[in-house]
């Protein structure tokens, strides 16, 4: 199963994505997409570590998110944006590139038994990029979310911390 989260900056997308699997799992598994660019980021990485507590599994995987001992787990995916910015680099900004290796990864994602909880930002709602670069990874990332948001069997978009259901799961949980 693959549940989508999306919304702006600070919607509360983490913490009910965090909520949601604790619900799930008495040992949810945190997949933190991020490479760790400075000390500052560090830190903050360091702060939502501890603040998740012992039950955690916890994971840092750039790419091939699949490779990890996922399977039959319920798995927080934190985010897409960061996991894509490593696409983006990684391919020097080509766009096909970065999107097909993507896409793929989701596939291979739900070819896997478990919940998959993945953590999206909508870029778009947003300031316009005034960089060419910016507004081409804000491209990226508008197809990359449709893309989840069309294999999700749920999609929820947080706004001030309140989820809104786009897509539902009908079936039996």
Not at 104 to 113: D, S, V
Not at 143 to 154: I, L, M, P, T
Request: net charge negative; with cysteine.
């Amino acid at each position: 199963m693959v549940i989508f989260i999306t919304g702006g900056v600070r919607s509360g997308k983490s913490r009910y994505a965090q909520d949601m699997a604790l619900r799930l799992s008495p040992n949810p598994v945190y997949l933190a997409t991020a490479k760790i660019w400075d000390h500052d980021f560090q830190e903050r990485v360091n702060r939502h570590q501890a603040e998740r507590g012992p039950e955690w599994v916890n994971y840092e995987a750039y790419q091939n998110l699949h490779q990890l001992p996922l399977q039959n787990r319920t798995v927080v995916i934190d985010c897409v944006t960061l996991w894509l910015t490593n696409y983006f680099v990684d391919t020097e900004n080509e766009l096909e590139k970065s999107l097909a290796a993507f896409k793929q990864e989701i596939e291979y994602l739900t070819q896997l038994a478990g919940t998959f909880i993945i953590i999206s930002n909508e870029l778009g709602m947003g300031l316009h990029a005034d960089t060419a670069v910016g507004r081409k990874f804000t491209d990226l990332q508008g197809w990359a979310n449709q893309y989840v948001a069309a294999r999700a069997d749920e999609v929820i978009f947080m706004v001030s911390g309140l989820p809104l259901y786009l897509k539902k799961n009908s079936g039996n949980d």
